[in-house]
């Protein structure tokens, strides 16, 4: 009859112990690091930018075999892996945003180049999306009266910047390839940088003041 495995007993983690060893008490390295913090909490915080200092220059020079050990744990216990990483991005799914978010915006030649690579590769994909964008544009047609008075009501302003541009388009404020609907009410006037900026871009009803301003900022910025 086998023993059932020990759990963890890292701070807020349920994973069984897969060592055999009889002294092991934690699933992981990190665990086991969590503990310590936890044990002595003012320490660390105190001799918080030392450590970071520290690990930096480690890591820069250790790299190769630092993941290279990554690599093979993670091959090693990918259900284990799998599972933390799918519980921590759980619950960091703002910070994620925020993060790749701020990527794009410091990389955003490479982000082009990217996204043409991937077009060419796959062009079947950029027809279907263009066809699925047509039949919702298109299945629920709006007339040119109603987007006249439409246009009357808001006004030469671009919703976005809040800038009188000489051109205006038309964008839907939920995308439509995030389920937005073709409707008078999702509709508004933005120049045609704000519009292209924004592309399908949705943070939810909760983010879009936070998605105004950041597409603003990059607008006004490329302006100056």
Known sequence: MTDEPKACAGPECELPVTSTHWRAKYCSQRCARRAQVARNPAY??????ERVAYLKVYYQENRPRL?????AYVQT???KTDQYQ??????NRARIA????????NNRERVRVKARAWAKRN???VTLRSRVRRHLKYATPISRDALAARHAYLGDVCWICR????????DHVKPLSKGGPHMLANLRLAC???NSRKSAKWYGIAGLDRLVAEIAAATRQART
């Open 123 to 125: 062009p079947e994909i």
């Open 44 to 49: 660390y915080e105190a001799h918080r930018a």
């Open 77 to 79: 216990h990918k259900a």
């Open 67 to 71: 993941t290279a050990a990554n690599k």
């Open 86 to 91: 799918a519980a921590w991005r759980d619950a």
């Open 98 to 105: 925020d993060n790749n978010t701020q990527w794009r915006a």
């Open 163 to 170: 800038d009188h541009p000489t051109r205006l388009t038309w």
């Open 192 to 194: 045609q940088s704000c």
